[in-house]
């Protein structure tokens, strides 16, 4: 049985910084793609950073690029996703993804996805 469990979202302040983690269970990782994707209310879920677990080749969202930083660790199954200067916009849910095919970015390759952990920024 497959799954993605997140944690370390909480409530930060502008500016601040976070370690998002997903631990992953039941696949074998090196055929996938890890993303993170986030989604605030009212909104489309958007991409945020993925990694290629066989490379580690990785990519941005335009929205945290050069604020982020997408990492992952082979040994343990996890998947961490640094953010920095926080901004209020970034407040969201944020997901675990994996996925084998398609655009890193598009939510509908990724076949596995988490319960999500909460992202809240404040002024």
């Known amino acids: 049985q497959v799954e993605l469990v997140e944690s370390g979202g909480g409530l930060v302040q502008a500016g601040g910084s976070l370690r998002l983690s997903c631990a992953a269970s039941?696949?074998?990782?090196?055929?996938?793609?890890m993303a993170w994707f986030r989604q605030a209310p009212g909104k489309e879920r958007e991409f945020v950073a993925a990694?290629?677990?066989?490379?580690?080749?990785?990519w941005y969202g335009s929205s945290v690029k050069g604020r982020s930083t997408i990492s992952r660790d082979n040994t343990q199954n996890m998947v961490y996703l640094q953010l920095n200067s926080l901004k209020l916009e970034d407040t969201a849910v944020y997901y675990c993804?994996?996925?084998?095919?398609?655009?890193?970015?598009?939510?509908?390759?990724?076949?596995?996805w988490g319960q999500g952990t909460q992202v809240t920024v404040s002024s």
């Open positions: 990694v290629k677990w066989r490379n580690g080749l990785t």
């Open positions: 039941g696949l074998t990782l090196s055929g996938y793609n």
């Open positions: 993804a994996a996925g084998n095919g398609g655009g890193v970015d598009t939510p509908r390759f990724y076949n596995y």
